[in-house]
Structure formats: structure tokens, C-alpha cells
């Protein structure tokens, strides 16, 4: 039976990988989009965009690594969802969020525990699926910490996962109907960030320096610590690692 779903943040890393598989899937997919006329900030045109949804997917994100900018962004966008969605009479809202976040209420993830907390206050029945780091944040990272010949690597102890598989659990868990907090999602082996970019690198042939950084703040040392793997024993583990997705063998 064909479902329909609205998904914002559809242009991101996770977001195309939610409207391809959601309509293998045979789902109607409506994707917000600003040049679609929706904006989850102000909240235009999202009434009549998620009308008729059995589910909204929120994959919003936002490029900062301030907390006063990552709480603003994400309280406003999820209250203006929300908003939408309680008017639309839509019965299910599907938030992606981070893994082992809970004791690091800074930087960017301060906004995704605001967003957290406003989607389990919310009216509208809910569920939330956390997972670790994507794999292709090693890629993002490179294109940010480049100059010239070198590349500033922050230390990172990480357990990534592959976006599509994020995707398509974020999908079934539209399609179960509304879930509460699910179990965490995580990638299947530790990876440091560095160790991450040394492969990429070898498999674009890009000759770049490569120097590791300890960053200052609790953002940061919650990286390093490798405090935001999640707990492997407790948790629903990924298949596709990284040297798999690096051969483009994503399952």
C-alpha cells in the first residue's frame, strides 16, 4: 500500500538518500526544499507541504559548531514542523539525531538536544533514531580543514556508518509508525578520523599533509573520547564499513 511521506532536509547527505529509497519503496515522497517555497526557519509553505503525510522525516542540519546558533536553528525548525504537522493532522515525525550526545549539551550538538527535547514535548506522536557519524564526514571535514598543501585533522574516535543505511532505517521507522526513543544506530567498527582521511585521500591520490589537532572545548573533547560511539553491545550495529563504502560496495 502506498504511503505518502514529506521529508525536510532532502538535499543533504542522508536527505537523497531518503527520497531514492523511500520511493523504491513505492511511498509518495513530497521533499521541502526552499526552492520548493518551504522554509523550515520561518515556517512558509510547510502547512500545505506536509498535507496529507502519513509521516515527516527531519533530517534538517545546519553548518555551525556554536551552540547558540545550533539551539536557534534547530528549536525553530522543529517547532515550526511540528506546528505544520499538528495542523496537517500528520500522525507521525521522524527526527534523526546523534549518538552519545546526551552529557555534551555544547557546540552543534546543544542544538540537537533542543531539537530532541522539543520533539518528544511535542503533539504529535513521535520517534527518534540516533546514529553515529557518517562516513562521508571525513570527506566534509578535508574540504574545510585544507589550505594549500596541509589539512588540520581534528582527533576524533568514531564508529561511522554509512548515510544510505541511515536512510533507509530512518524510512522503516516512518513506515513502523510512531516509536518513541529507538535504539541507536552504529557503524560496525571503531575508526579514527585521521586514519579515515589517510584512505580517502589514497584513493583520490591527493598528496596533502596530514596533521592531527586536540580542539579546545567539551564539543570537541567529546570526540576525541570517543564518548559519541555508542555502545556497541546495545546497539543496532550498521554492515557497510568504511573501506566498503570507500569501494563504493554500500549495501
Known amino acids: 500500500m502506498e504511503r505518502s511521506g514529506t521529508f525536510a532536509g532532502a538535499t543533504g547527505t542522508v536527505g537523497r538518500h531518503i527520497v531514492e529509497t523511500a520511493r523504491d519503496r513505492g511511498h509518495e515522497v513530497v521533499a521541502l526544499s526552499r526552492s520548493s517555497g518551504q522554509d523550515v526557519s520561518t515556517g512558509a509553505g510547510l502547512v500545505e507541504a506536509v ?5 515527516v522525516i527531519d533530517v534538517t542540519n545546519v553548518l555551525t559548531t556554536s551552540a547558540t546558533k545550533s539551539r536557534q536553528f534547530f528549536t525553530q525548525a522543529t517547532r515550526n ?5 499538528r495542523s496537517a493532522g500528520v500522525g507521525h515525525h ?6 552519545g550526545i546526551d ?3 555544547a557546540g552543534y550538538y546543544a542544538g540537537k538536544l533542543a531539537q ?9 506522536p513521535w520517534s527518534i533514531q540516533r546514529a553515529t557519524q557518517f562516513h562521508e564526514f571525513a570527506g566534509q571535514v578535508v574540504q574545510r580543514a585544507t589550505f594549500g598543501p596541509f589539512a588540520l585533522i581534528p582527533t576524533m574516535l568514531i564508529r561511522p556508518v554509512a548515510a544510505r543505511e541511515v536512510a533507509g532505517r530512518l524510512v522503516e521507522v516512518a513506515e513502523a509508525g510512531p516509536g518513541g526513543r529507538l535504539t541507536d544506530l552504529v557503524g ?4 579514527r578520523l585521521i586514519d579515515m ?6 584513493r583520490d591520490g591527493v598528496t596533502a599533509r596530514l596533521f592531527e589537532v586536540r580542539l579546545p572545548g567539551r564539543y570537541w ?3 576525541a573520547s570517543g564518548s559519541l560511539r555508542g555502545n556497541a553491545a546495545e546497539s543496532d550495529l550498521a554492515r557497510t564499513t568504511f573501506d566498503q563504502w570507500l569501494d563504493g560496495r554500500v549495501e
Open 103 to 105: 552529557g555534551t549539551d
Open 116 to 124: 530532541e527535547r522539543e520533539v518528544s514535548a511535542g503533539a504529535v
Open 221 to 223: 573533547r567529546a570526540a
Open 188 to 191: 560496525p567498527a571503531d575508526e
Open 51 to 55: 498535507a496529507g503525510a502519513d509521516a
Open 94 to 99: 521522524v527526527s534523526s539525531s546523534i549518538v
Open 81 to 85: 514542523l511540528l506546528a505544520a504537522e
Open 197 to 202: 582521511v589517510r584512505r580517502l585521500h589514497a
